[in-house]
């Protein structure tokens, strides 16, 4: 049986706060295990190529929200807008081009009926589904995550292996189908030492952006706003999904894939 590798990082916390963000979301990329230094190639390609045109080092890490927004250290490149759009476009055709698959999963805090609702658990046990479902029984897949949360996740990766309630397809009751191809606790990482994992913080920030403006009718920050618009958030959504990146049956009813809940 092949195996697959998965990372995940995501946007927004999981608190339920007056100070905590309205949404979170929980990114997933998983790969065959033999595509994984094809990937890692075209990724490490990539960031010499920024290097020598940019000045961008190759060790430095990826983190979409500070590089839009200007924090340190992007802030020392003293890079212009233009290119800063040159790398994030730079950045999504290189992940087009990679062979693997994403999984976005959006939890709408404002559709909680009471603070009760385990943002991070249901996150993840809704990632993995779409995961697990992909695999068919074929693949088995190792999980990778940022570091930060890997006592809860633990936690929940090892409580569906025996209980996992899905909605029956026949019923309005629940089935107890336990992930059965997951292998091994999941394991963490720094973010700065693993592109993947910084992919999913680019893919993740962008679903953030694209949500404000489709699902709340708002602006894009003002420091984002320096830099790219809202077409240019739009043309990103659209090369991950025309170059087959997005796993589009993770929710056939959204044309990104984008798994919203509550419902």
Request: proline share 3%; aromatic share 12%; hydrophobic share 35%.
């Amino acid at each position: 049986m092949k195996t697959y590798i998965a990372y995940f990082d995501e946007t927004g916390d999981d608190g339920i706060t007056t100070t905590s963000s309205d949404h979170f979301i929980l990114t997933s990329l998983y790969m065959p295990a033999e595509s994984w230094q094809q990937n890692f190639n075209l990724m490490r390609s990539l960031r010499k190529e920024l290097r020598d045109k940019y000045g961008f080092h190759v060790t430095e890490e990826m983190h979409t929200k500070h590089f839009l927004t200007d924090k340190n250290p992007y802030r020392n490149y003293k890079w212009s807008k233009e290119i800063k759009q040159e790398i994030i476009k730079a950045f999504t055709l290189t992940i087009a081009d990679m062979d693997l698959k994403i999984v976005n999963v959006i939890i709408d805090k404002t559709k909680f009926k009471d603070n009760n609702y385990h943002i991070l658990e249901n996150a993840l046990k809704y990632n993995i589904q779409r995961i697990e479902n992909d695999s068919d029984g074929q693949w088995n897949y190792l999980i990778i995550t940022d570091e930060g949360r890997i006592a809860p996740m633990r936690k929940t990766a090892r409580a569906i292996r025996a209980f996992n309630p899905i909605q029956s397809k026949y019923s309005y009751g629940f089935v107890n189908q336990p992930i059965t191809n997951m292998v091994e606790d999941i394991m963490e990482k720094n973010s700065s030492e693993s592109y993947f994992i910084q992919i999913c913080d680019f893919v993740s920030f962008f679903i953030h952006l694209y949500f404000k403006l489709e699902y709340r009718n708002e602006v894009l920050p003002k420091r984002v706003a320096n830099v790219i618009d809202d077409t240019f958030v739009k043309k990103v959504m659209a090369t991950l999904k025309n170059s087959g990146r997005l796993n589009l049956k993770a929710n056939e009813s959204n044309q990104y894939g984008l798994v919203i809940y509550p419902k």
